[in-house]
């Protein structure tokens, strides 16, 4: 019952009728919002035909954005109004580096939660080195499929599969905590278990499988719908071979996304590139505009008109999922609904943004299916461009104390675990220590000759992963 619910827009509409209600479900607004996500910029340098924010046309168009300068206005005002997370998007933030590094470097001595979206194509060494700086940063990165074919395809630019592999490399070679972001299409649904593995094999502890919500440019298509059991499925079976000890959220569609949203009181706030706030990525309503407005006006109308007829009848309109890109106002294609007091996008005092459909729609980029003679080849290749990656991640002692015998450790981490490791796992830890897990399988080959050196390697790469899960390795590039 409850996944029902979850799911589906008659299911919950009609509970709501008979008065039942999640228990977890925000009843009232904050006074102060709990968390803020910046849409620094709209342009990318991807041109995916799903993007949610229409950042292809966005691109094409070049709308007016927030200077560096108010950017950092926003962040000041949003740390002041108490918010402990922040999320930075885009677009692509790093199309505005300077600006991403510089409130990066603001926010992070004010202990707020920091997360940063990225499709990893500018992420290179010393980019990496600047983010490992960050205590706390997480990094969601896309990866939309196990082999280049699929993810180049799905975001049309060549190359950009192999820049989102080593870029999430790059921040795990530094500890950086990753969490990889795979937008579900019918093209690519059927490698999900290859992708898994893949990610597991990299070193990836967090996976988000997000099925395509028609906003944006998605809503100019109706070919997104894909099997979220047939992912499930192979969730659940990749976990019970390989453990839990790598998460995977298999996240909603379309009508799960608005079911909830459309009942949870809002806790956070949305700032687009031309300054519009927002309730959220699925709310099309401006509740002011920054500069104009401060953060705190912002908020306080949220507070006061989240359930303004204006938006109940548009959620009301939403019969299913098949509404959302056939509504009066579809989110990030249409320009947002200024709510009482904010200026509308054109007007003085407000920058101007694109007219609904404005401009040549950037078509959608259909990946092959690649489940050829091709596509086998293509993930042989992939997966050993992964696999070395993987074997090259240097590793070092975490805060340990070690004791007991050679065949009988027990360690003991910072935070008061205690780990007991037989024999095997004492040896791989020791020859771990200040090496790639490609040099411990060098120093091991001699020892455990008769081990195929695939099945060293596989094993090497399982042990250096669960041993800096517990906190006993940790990557030698890490922080601290």
């Known amino acids: 019952m409850p996944r029902l ?25 904050p006074a102060r919002p709990v968390g803020a996500k910046l849409e620094l910029t709209h342009s990318c340098n991807l041109r995916c035909g799903f993007c949610y924010t229409d950042s292809p046309r966005q691109t094409l168009m070049r709308p ?3 200077s560096d300068e108010q950017w950092h206005h926003v962040t000041e005002q949003a740390a002041d109004l108490g918010v402990i997370e922040v999320v930075l998007s885009g677009g692509e933030p790093f199309l505005r580096r300077d600006l991403v590094l510089a409130l990066l470097e603001r926010l992070a001595p004010r202990g707020i939660g ?22 706390g940063l997480g990094a969601h990165i896309s990866i939309d499929g196990a082999t280049p074919a699929l993810h180049d395809g799905s975001r049309g630019v060549p190359g950009s599969w192999r ?61 997104w719908g894909v099997n979220r059991d047939r992912l499930r499925r192979t969730a659940r079976e990749f976990s019970r071979r390989c453990g839990e000890d790598m ?21 956070a706030l949305l700032v687009r590139p031309s300054g519009a706030v927002l309730m959220d990525s699925l709310h099309p309503f401006a509740f002011g505009r920054v500069p104009e407005d401060s953060l705190g006006d912002c908020w306080a109308r949220i507070v006061e008109g989240w359930r303004d007829p204006r938006i109940s009848d548009w959620a009301g309109s939403l019969r299913n999922s098949r509404d959302l890109p056939s509504s009066s106002v579809v989110p990030y294609l249409d320009d947002e609904v200024a709510m009482a007091g ?29 489940d050829s003679g091709d596509h086998a080849e293509n993930l042989i290749r992939a997966r050993a461009h992964v696999r070395r990656l993987a074997l090259s991640r240097r590793y070092r002692l975490g805060e340990v104390r070690m004791g007991g015998g050679p065949g009988d450790r027990h360690v003991r981490v910072a935070d008061g675990r205690v780990s007991r490791l037989n024999g095997t796992a004492a040896l791989l830890a020791e020859t771990l220590v200040d090496r790639s897990p490609a040099e411990a399988v060098d120093q091991l ?15 090497v790469l399982a042990t250096s992963r669960a041993l800096s899960r517990r906190g006993i390795l940790v990557a030698a590039g890490a922080a601290g």
Not at 352 to 367: D, L
Request: charged fraction near 25%; charge should be positive; glycine fraction near 8%.
């Open 5 to 29: 619910l979850d799911e589906s827009f008659t299911a919950r509409r009609l509970a709501r009728r008979l008065g039942w209600r999640p228990s977890t479900l925000r009843a009232r607004v």
């Open 64 to 66: 007016l954005e927030l």
């Open 114 to 135: 920091l997360t940063l979206n990225t499709n990893g194509w500018f992420i290179d060494d010393e980019v990496a080195d600047r983010l490992a700086t960050f205590p």
């Open 163 to 223: 820049r989102a592999i080593d870029a999430t490399s790059r921040l795990l070679d530094r500890g950086v905590k990753v969490q990889i972001v795979q937008v579900i299409t019918p093209d690519n649904q059927h490698a999900f278990g290859d992708f898994l593995e893949q990610m597991w094999t990299l070193g990836v502890r967090s996976v988000r499988a997000t099925p395509v919500v028609q906003v944006g440019a998605a809503a100019r298509s109706g070919r």
């Open 247 to 267: 998460r995977i959220v298999i996240q909603h569609g379309n009508a799960g996304v608005l079911a909830l949203n459309d009942e949870a009181a809002p806790a």
């Open 342 to 370: 904010t200026p509308a996008p054109g007007a003085e005092g407000a920058p101007a943004g694109p007219r609904a459909h404005a401009g040549a729609p950037v078509p959608a980029k259909t990946a092959p299916r690649d």
């Open 445 to 459: 080959a001699g020892r455990f000759a008769d081990v195929e050196r695939d099945r060293l390697e596989g094993d």
